[in-house]
């Protein structure tokens, strides 16, 4: 008889342990534990992590509910062993098995990079890398030995240019070397056939056009004056005049924070300095907008010569054919602007 009761006992405490490790089980695997009662969240896998170090952030980040449970399936699944970097998509209320398969997948989402508003080669990596895995150093020795090795006339002074500023979508674990070939790619593909024709009909080749873009965009505080004064400069172009940029002048003096040009800067003796050299700077003052570039290749056919910045201080130009009406129209700032400053002193005592 206490034989049989205890087998009864054995069979019901094995049930009990059966039914135990079956419910952790399903806890484990199937139970939510990621992102529980949290809206989904997009979450970056660094470069050369470990197991242990995404067992912290994790923590740290409140991604995972039960770090137990997770990390046990995940050794099972020997993700521990073997973790892929990227950026991740993981769902609300997401279970351990589906959240373990994702990361161990590497089905990554992309990211989107977008870059706009720089001058120089040496500045473009801080953009252009901010949401990948590239390292800046990394990125610039890339381009370094880009512009070494390519054979499509990009230099120091004038690769800026084969940046179009846009958003681009890559992968978090894209290399460095990846990125500049794919910018080089995306560039190949902007200079489609109907833009290397206009180029073409204007006698420039895309980067000359793009470097001229480049000082109309820093002339051209209004938009709808980009095409104007586009051909204003293809007009000097052609009939071999200076073109007189004064943001030239800035880029050649290295002060950014320039605000006004005098005749002193005139004299600085630089290829960028477009009062002493004729014809175009050897690369791109800023990185044009596409904007910009369309403006010169759909420039606006006119007489113009001159412009000087209006009166009224609008941010628009006056326009002139003639040295003599832009003499007149120069006057007029320049009286507009001895008013103000006057004004301004007053104000100030």
């Known amino acids: 008889m206490i034989r049989k009761y205890l087998s009864t006992i054995v ?52 991604v995972v509910n039960n770090i137990v449970a997770f990390s046990f399936l995940a050794k099972i699944m020997n993700y521990d ?5 990227g950026r991740y998509l993981l769902k609300k209320n997401m279970n351990n098995i589906d959240a373990i398969r994702l990361l161990r997948s590497g089905n990554q989402i992309p990211v989107n990079i977008t870059f706009n508003n720089i ?37 120091d002074q004038n690769v800026i240019a084969m940046f179009i500023p846009n958003t681009y979508q890559v992968y978090y674990t894209i290399s460095a070397k990846a990125l500049v070939n794919r910018m080089h790619q995306e560039y190949n593909a902007f200079w489609n056939n109907e833009r290397l024709a206009k180029a073409e009909a204007l006698g420039m080749t895309p980067m000359e056009v793009s470097i001229l873009a480049s000082i109309v965009q820093a002339e051209s505080i209004k938009s709808e004056e980009s095409p104007i004064i586009a051909g204003l400069y293809i007009n000097r172009l052609k009939r071999g005049i200076a073109l007189s940029a004064d943001p030239t002048l800035v880029f050649a003096s290295g002060d950014f924070t320039l605000k006004r040009v005098l005749n002193i800067h005139k004299e600085i003796d630089s290829p960028y300095n477009t009062y002493k050299y004729r014809g175009l700077p050897p690369g791109p003052i800023n990185m044009p907008f596409i904007s910009s570039i369309d403006a010169v290749l759909n420039y606006n056919k006119h007489n113009y010569l001159y412009m000087c910045a209006k009166e009224d201080f609008s941010g628009y130009h006056n326009f002139a054919s003639t040295l003599k009406v832009h003499n007149i129209n120069a006057s007029k700032y320049q009286r507009a602007l001895s008013i103000e400053m006057r004004k301004a002193r007053q104000n100030g005592n």
């Not at 062993?81 to 970097?85: A, E, G, L, T």
């Not at 120089?120 to 090795?149: C, P, R, Y």
């Open 119 to 155: 001058r120089l080669k040496e500045d473009i990596g801080e953009k252009i890398t901010s949401k990948t895995g590239v390292t800046v150093e990394d990125f610039n020795v890339a381009l370094d030995e880009f512009v070494s090795e390519n054979e499509a006339g990009f230099t």
């Open 11 to 62: 069979l019901l405490l094995f049930g009990i342990l059966i039914s135990s490790f079956s419910f952790y089980g399903y806890q484990v695997v199937k139970a939510p534990n990621i992102l529980v009662d949290m809206p989904d969240r997009e979450i970056i896998i660094p470069t050369n992590a470990t197991f242990h170090d995404i067992q912290n952030q994790f923590i740290k980040e409140e």
């Open 81 to 85: 062993k073997k973790v892929v970097p």
